[in-house]
């Protein structure tokens, strides 16, 4: 125990043993003595120990699987190191000798090195006749390499086309689908409920794809004058992409008792950005800057949904030129 | 220890010493450095905390990379052991972060540790931040090392976002969907940025995901380790500050020496920042992302909260009133810019700014190594305070929907409410924090002058 203990400590704190070997002539100590603190040395070690048990359960829990594992595996490593922790902090205030000294911070400044570096680059430029016209000739031979170099960045993405942004996977007569591809028939869309539907064969995991669809009262229904006839048995289709984030907008507020509580309205739940389907998608809460697009949906001669063109507006959110053109497929 | 044992162990040493010695000729330095004074004071320990988290995080993380597939071009359908996945497509990013954490034997353990860590890095670094603002210790001849330290802190809120995001679960989908809309939001550039760093329209190219990952797991650990180096480097340069005690000044530095005091006690705090971490992972579940499912663009869920660090994010997005500014059809502001870009954009240029401020204001250029305590700098301890509040209003600003859920107070009052109250409880903040500090220094000084009057009086009259 007591070599155990020793080994340990001639680890840990190097030379601070009993005393320093007989040297001739004997030298002034560096580090303060003070006097030997066994209990101090004692609780240490047993840290030390604890330590290094609680670590070497480590191997064995994973090995035979104890459950629950993780648990186990994070406070056997946790307590090792917790331990480990304590030991080395009883051994800084305890074991060894804790000094205190005090010594000049660095001068604030070097004034006759900062004046020989200063002189240094004058008189190594001094041979120079015309500097001003070799510096700028220098700088621009760095500054074009500096162009050249950062211009295979713009082959990252299509910087200056803007098309892709307007494009969507909506054209006129295109059926609306559900999540397992079935297409969604008018006379099974109830009020009250939302449903999400996508172009049936396009890519769902583009932003124009993904529509939410509600069925509405048709004498409640207040769409912009050029919509009309976009709404097919009150049923409205509107992009499930939030005008102002770009989440998913999969909450749908209905009335329990209409005459009291606020309408309809379709939020979105990252920024609780609240939209009116009634009205054409206009914003009636929250930080949305734009209506949300609205699909113009018809019923085929089976009773099916179908897209009756394009989105009113470019879909997902805001950038300087998203105003500026209808979606094109 | 005595004898021959201490004598080995002596003899080593000196082997060990003439080693280095002879070929890095090094023992002047060393000798000094072993010796370098560290000043004491708990809060002296906060950039200590960060530092071994950062070296936790870049330790679990190397073990998280050799699991992780950081790959989303084609989609699998999920056959594992975890009943609600089944049957469910997903990217192999995804599934590969589900089977690291149900099937690799303490991979669960490692990323929960490593998640922790992360939490943790950017509060010890944001606390670090608030004790050298509010003691002084960002003036001349330490402004370096805190425009040093603020890029880090930059570096480390995207770092954990981009690192949140790898995950393709549910919730990092919703986090980069804003990313996305807020980096579309910068006026004149927004889409053009966007196109460049996504490489098409969301969710981007599929070499999005492969740039996220060189991001995360190179790029940015790299600038923060490089940083890193160069702010403890100057801080070993010009040492550290101290509190003004009994033989402290602005020209000599009292503390305990790095060994051999010093050192136990800091590798003692290194190893107790890895327990709790460890703890953390191994006890108190974080992101568990096989319960938000994989992400899809037309899914969401409602009651989603970024890590804690980007939650005054998320309020300022939430507080904006819906509005996009534009001139006809050009849309000049898109609204995400005011919460996502502004906001932050606002917070970090007035820390940036703020040695130059003070300076300007006070006219003072001098030379500080000893810090003042926050009462001794009043006007700095309140705009600081302001600026605090006002961050924690919009970040508290950022649960109003949570607060709806659990009090039921309607969520648009709320909002109104913090609309109001973002304004008007900085400043309350300011007047209260000024009026504090003036009042404690009144107390002092009450305090001294006491104590002269009864110095100065004739000992006889003391004693009646």
Not at chain 1, 294 to 321: H, K, T
Not at chain 2, 121 to 131: D, E, M
Not at chain 2, 372 to 389: E, I, K, N, S, V
Not at chain 2, 442 to 450: I, P, T
Request: proline share 8%.
């Amino acid at each position: 125990m007591r070599r155990l203990r020793d080994w340990l400590l001639a680890l840990v704190v190097p030379r601070l043993g009993k005393r320093p070997p007989r040297r001739s002539p004997p030298r002034r100590r560096i580090v303060e003595g003070r006097e030997p603190n066994e209990r101090a040395e004692l609780a240490a070690t047993l840290l030390f120990l604890g330590s290094a048990a609680s670590a070497l359960a480590f191997p064995f829990l994973y090995a035979f699987d104890v459950h629950p594992l993780t648990q186990l595996l994070g406070l056997s490593l946790g307590l090792a190191c917790v331990l480990l922790a304590a030991a080395l902090i009883v051994v800084g205030r305890g074991v060894v000798v804790t000094e205190e000294l005090a010594e000049p911070y660095p001068p604030p400044a070097h004034e006759p090195e900062q004046e020989d570096i200063a002189q240094l680059a004058e008189e190594s430029g001094d041979s120079i006749s015309r500097k001003r016209f070799l510096v700028l000739a220098g700088g621009a031979a760095v500054g074009s390499l500096g162009i050249a170099l950062v211009t295979p960045a713009a082959s990252l993405g299509p910087v200056l086309d803007m098309d892709p942004f307007f494009r969507t996977t909506w054209r006129r007569g295109r059926r609306l689908v559900d999540e397992r591809g079935t297409p969604l028939r008018a006379g099974a869309i109830e009020e009250k409920v939302f449903y999400t539907a996508y172009p049936e064969h396009a890519d769902r995991e583009e932003i124009g794809s993904p529509l939410i669809v509600v069925r509405l009262d048709p004498a409640e229904l207040k769409l912009p004058g050029e919509r009309q006839g976009w709404a097919p048995q009150g049923i409205v289709a509107y992009s499930k992409i939030c005008t102002h984030a770009g989440c998913a907008i999969s909450l749908y507020r209905v009335p329990t008792f209409a005459p009291v509580e606020p309408k309809p309205a379709l939020v979105c739940p990252c920024h609780y950005s609240t939209f009116d389907p009634a009205a054409g998608g206009s914003v009636l809460f929250g930080p949305a800057g734009r209506p949300l697009p609205q699909l113009p949906l018809m019923i085929d001669a089976s009773g099916e949904l179908r897209a009756g063109g394009n989105y009113s507006g470019a879909v997902g959110p805001s950038w300087w030129g998203v105003r500026n053109r209808k979606p094109t497929p | 220890m005595v004898g021959r044992a201490q004598q080995e162990a002596d003899a080593v040493i000196r082997k060990l010493v003439r080693l280095v010695d002879e070929r890095t000729a090094s023992a002047p330095f060393l000798k000094k450095a072993l010796r370098y004074v560290f000043p004491d004071h708990w809060s002296f320990l906060l950039g200590e905390v960060a530092l071994y988290s950062f070296v936790l995080l870049v330790a679990t993380g190397i073990y998280l990379t050799l699991f992780f597939d950081p790959s989303v071009a084609t989609q699998v359908v999920y056959h594992g052991s975890y009943e609600p996945l089944r049957g469910q497509e997903m990217t192999p990013a995804y599934k590969s972060v589900v089977d690291l954490s149900l099937h690799v034997k303490a991979g669960l353990l490692i990323r929960q540790t490593h998640h922790w860590a992360a939490d943790v890095f950017i509060a010890a670094i944001v606390l670090h931040l608030l004790r050298i603002f509010f003691t002084g210790a960002f003036r001349k001849p330490r402004d370096l090392t805190y425009y040093l330290g603020l890029t880090m802190l930059t570096f480390a809120l995207l770092e954990g976002y981009v690192g949140y995001s790898l995950a393709d679960d549910l919730l990092s989908g919703m986090g980069l969907a804003i990313g996305y809309s807020v980096a579309m939001s910068i006026p004149f550039v927004g889409a053009n940025l966007a196109a460049l760093v996504w490489g098409a329209p969301f969710p981007g190219t599929p070499a999005f995901w492969s740039r996220m990952y060189i991001a995360h797991v190179f790029i940015f650990p790299i600038l923060i380790g490089t940083l890193l180096a160069a702010h403890l480097l100057l801080v070993a340069l010009r040492h550290h500050t101290q509190f003004k005690r009994e033989r402290e000044s602005e020209r000599t530095v009292v503390g305990i020496p790095m060994i051999p005091g010093y050192a136990p006690r800091s590798l003692g705090l290194m190893f107790a920042v890895f327990g709790v971490l460890f703890l953390l992972g191994g006890l108190v579940q974080i992101n568990p992302v096989w319960l938000w499912g994989p992400y899809h663009v037309a899914a969401s869920t409602n009651g989603a909260q970024p890590d804690w660090y980007l939650g005054w994010l998320i309020g300022a997005l939430r507080l904006m009133p819906g509005f996009d500014v534009t001139v006809g059809d050009y849309t000049l502001v898109p609204n995400p810019f005011w919460g996502g870009v502004l906001v932050p954009l606002v917070v970090f240029a007035i820390l940036f700014l703020w040695p130059w401020l003070e300076r300007k204001a006070t006219n003072d250029h001098g030379f500080h190594n000893l810090l003042d305590r926050p009462r001794d700098a009043p006007w700095r301890t309140a705009f600081g305070f302001a600026l605090l509040t006002w961050v924690f209003v919009v970040f508290l600003a950022g649960s109003a929907d949570r607060v709806y859920v659990t009090f039921g107070i309607s969520y648009e009052s709320q909002i109104w409410a913090y609309r109001v109250l973002v304004w008007i409880l900085p400043l309350l903040a300011l007047v209260v924090a000024h009026r504090v500090c003036v009042e404690l220094q009144r107390g002092e000084e009450v305090k001294r002058l006491r104590c002269e009057v009864l110095a100065k009086r004739p000992a006889a009259s003391r004693s009646p």
